[in-house]
T-cell receptor, first 115, second 111 residues
Framework: GAGVSQSPSNKVTEKGKDVELRCDPI?????LYWYRQSLGQGLEFLIY????????KSGLPSDRFSAERTGGSVSTLTIQRTQQEDSAVYLC?????????????FGPGTRLTVT | GDSVTQMEGPVTLSEEAFLTINCTYT??????LFWYVQYPGEGLQLLLK?????DKGSNKGFEATYRKETTSFHLEKGSVQVSDSAVYFC??????????FGTGTRLKVLA
């Protein structure tokens, strides 16, 4: 079946521009997660959704970052006024249920480069 | 706070060699432990997991045992293949939802 998909796969943007990253989770998965993977770093948790709500937004690096999820499915991560330090691979994952023991299925990521 | 530490890479081995990638963790409570693998050009995928102490996760010839006494979850494989070349991530599932990942260990297997 279809896995987690993300778009675009690559995005190059100028400093100060806004960008939107999209994630389509596996159908029926109630939980959705966003991570950031910077060069040489592990995965940094950003935010998770249970249904359409995000109980914990504490991982978002700054108020320039926001995310939403609609219809319990597609999620969008928006970065406003991008900075060079935002350059990274942004990964989305979904799991059948919410909980740390459930396997997370990852998308291929969006590579963001801010020039 | 909770954390995961895994050995730095890259690790370079010859085909059929024995592999160990060390992973230790710090956590309150009783986390679940995972190994994820990222093959070149692909997304992360779950390799194996263990949800309680002394559990052994295994898949594709890889094994890892949840050792609470040493807070470790080392990944092992008896005979690696070129196709095992990838980046391996140790992770713990903390609390009700949060995954904490290590920085990844790149494995290169030479024919």
């Amino acid at each position: 079946g279809a896995g987690v998909s993300q778009s675009p796969s690559n995005k190059v943007t100028e400093k100060g521009k806004d960008v939107e990253l999209r994630c389509d989770p596996i159908s029926g998965h109630t939980a959705l997660y966003w991570y950031r993977q910077s060069l040489g770093q592990g995965l940094e948790f950003l935010i998770y959704f249970q249904g359409n709500s995000a109980p914990d937004k504490s991982g978002l690096p700054s108020d320039r970052f926001s995310a939403e999820r609609t219809g319990g499915s597609v999620s969008t991560l928006t970065i406003q006024r991008t900075q060079q330090e935002d350059s990274a691979v942004y990964l989305c994952a979904s799991s059948l249920e919410h909980g740390a023991s459930y396997e997370q299925y990852f998308g291929p990521g969006t590579r963001l480069t801010v020039t | 706070g909770d954390s995961v530490t895994q050995m730095e890479g890259p690790v370079t081995l010859s085909e059929e060699a024995f592999l160990t990638i060390n992973c230790t963790y710090t956590a309150t409570g009783y986390p679940s432990l995972f190994w994820y693998v990222q093959y070149p050009g692909e997304g992360l995928q779950l390799l194996l997991k263990a949800t309680k102490a002394d559990d052994k996760g295994s898949n594709k010839g890889f094994e890892a045992t949840y050792r609470k006494e040493t807070t470790s979850f080392h990944l092992e494989k008896g005979s690696v293949q070129v196709s095992d070349s990838a980046v391996y991530f140790c992770a713990l599932g903390s609390g009700t939802y949060k995954y904490i990942f290590g920085t990844g260990t790149r494995l290169k297997v030479l024919a």
